[in-house]
């Protein structure tokens, strides 16, 4: 049918057309329930010698084994199994694998194995471990035992254990102690402040006088607030409170000489 300019158009009431911007729901993608894979097993042990890949199939089958939940990733260069969030790591390297694990993994780092990688500081994934014997292929599949009871079992957090493990250590240096809490965190006071206990995501951050740092395990704080609380230490699992500890004694001991004190013996001093 045509029409003409001058021809009057009429539409069919009747006609009744439906649009709809909707999505087709079928083409989405949980990725719970589905592996999104950018590799395949082959490739990833490719020229790799056999003992990589005899310790790829042991750590595999085993964090496999741990829970179906577990999802697994081949991706470009390295496997990953997560939950939620990635909870590990393998990279496969000629001789050996190099697996890294989620920053809560540090407090299962019972032998102190695990170190920092480089340039992932301040990311999730920033412990590793290079596994190449079967010790520490199996102290590998201990740790993600112990993320994945982390992350499944509802727990007091690390940083909560450390926040209350120093403040029950300080509060018990002397009785005349006493803490408040303030905008930065819960402060300590003797005469005077002697520390600044802030709690992190994954630590407590821990300030104290000027105490003697001469083997350098103290940071200096750049910031002037709460001066003189001008040294500073990150306190990431139970091991660093030992270390700790003996500055923050110190620390409560300068908090106790009393500066109208100090004043007068300067005046003494420099009297002529």
Request: glycine content about 2%; some cysteine; proline content about 1%.
């Amino acid at each position: 049918m045509s029409y003409t300019n001058n021809e009057d158009i009429k539409i069919d009431n009747s006609i009744i057309q439906i649009t709809s911007n909707k999505k087709d729901d079928t083409k989405k993608i949980n990725n719970k329930l589905y592996n999104i894979d950018t590799n395949t097993y082959e490739n990833i042990i490719y020229n790799k010698k056999q003992i990589a890949i005899d310790l790829l199939n042991k750590l595999d089958s085993s964090i496999m084994a741990i829970s179906k939940n577990i999802i697994k990733n081949y991706l470009v260069k390295n496997i990953v199994y997560k939950l939620n969030n990635k909870i590990a790591e393998i990279q496969v390297n000629q001789n050996n694998l190099l697996v890294c694990f989620h920053k809560v993994a540090k407090q299962f780092d019972i032998e102190n194995k695990l170190i920092n990688r480089k340039g992932y500081e301040n990311k999730n994934m920033c412990y590793s471990l290079t596994v190449e014997d079967n010790d520490s292929c199996n102290y590998a599949i201990k740790i993600v035992e112990n993320l994945y009871n982390y992350f499944t079992t509802p727990q007091e957090s690390l940083s909560d254990i450390l926040f209350s493990t120093l403040k029950f250590k300080i509060s018990t240096l002397d009785y005349s102690i006493s803490e408040h809490t303030t905008n930065k965190g819960l402060m300590f006071k003797g005469k005077r402040n002697f520390v600044l206990l802030s709690k992190t995501n994954y630590g407590v951050y821990v300030r104290l006088l000027n105490v003697d740092n001469s083997n350098n395990e103290l940071n200096v704080v750049t910031r002037k607030s709460y001066e003189p609380l001008c040294l500073s230490y990150k306190v990431k699992n139970i091991e660093d409170i030992d270390i700790l500890l003996p500055y923050i004694k110190e620390s409560y001991k300068l908090c106790n000489i009393n500066p109208v004190d100090l004043k007068y013996e300067f005046y003494k001093i420099y009297q002529v």
